[in-house]
């Protein structure tokens, strides 16, 4: 019989394939910015905002702030890159006034995120307490990444249309949260169940009203913008 420590891996595993997908869905963003050598309306926010997101779940998948994490650091560390690369690439292509914010916002990053490491290693001295800090640091920077989908979910039912929701998307996002919820479960980690939690509930909505509105959508919006098309998150 296979145990639950072998099942928690495997499903592990099986996030980290899902959440690297989700992490290369801006790929043909970036390649539109590459090709018309410009960003054009695209915007950073979501990019830099991830560059946070993954750094703080690396640090709360440290051995030395939550042992048996390991697969929480590969996936964050792998998007991690990624997006630093999306993130160059628009800084590459971007005029001076964006590229003025993009490296404000760096700064910002860095300075917190070191910040928060410092907290976190020179003022706590457990595994329980350094995880339960950076823990709520993470539950509260995925809640607020996903007030992205709440703003398209309203939209969705102002205008009975689901241009702005691409099914493939929502679809990945469900079931990336699933896989994560899962994994969480087997061996409680509150701190990943909250988001991912949340993201299954929202997963679920979007794809309900996909089905509800499916119909109603004039055929020629369904594939607009598919390549402003974003991850929420890796973990």
Known sequence: MVSKDTTRTIVGIIG???????????????????????????????????????????????PVVHPDSTLVI???????????????????????????????????????VGA?????????????????????????????????????????????????MPFALSLANLLNAIIWLIYALLKIDAYIVVPNALGTISGVVQIVLFVLFYNSTPKEEEATDKAQEVQLSGV
């Open 74 to 112: 590969t996936i964050n560390g792998i998007g991690l890159a990624m997006e630093l690369i999306y993130v160059t690439v628009f800084f590459v292509y971007s005029d001076w006034t964006k590229r003025r914010k993009i490296l404000i916002a760096l700064a910002c990053i860095i300075l917190f």
């Open 16 to 62: 980290n394939v899902i959440s690297f997908g989700l992490f290369a869905s801006p790929i043909p963003t970036f390649k539109k910015i590459y090709q018309d050598k410009t960003v054009a309306a695209f915007k950073p926010d979501p990019y830099l905002a991830t560059v946070l997101n993954c750094c703080l779940w690396v640090i709360y998948g440290l």
């Open 116 to 164: 928060m490491a410092g907290i976190t290693f020179g003022a706590f001295h457990s595994h329980h307490d350094r995880s339960m800090f950076m823990g709520i640091l993470c539950v509260v920077f995925n809640v607020i990444m996903y007030a992205s989908p709440l703003t398209v979910i309203q939209r969705v039912i102002r205008t009975k249309s689901v241009k702005y």
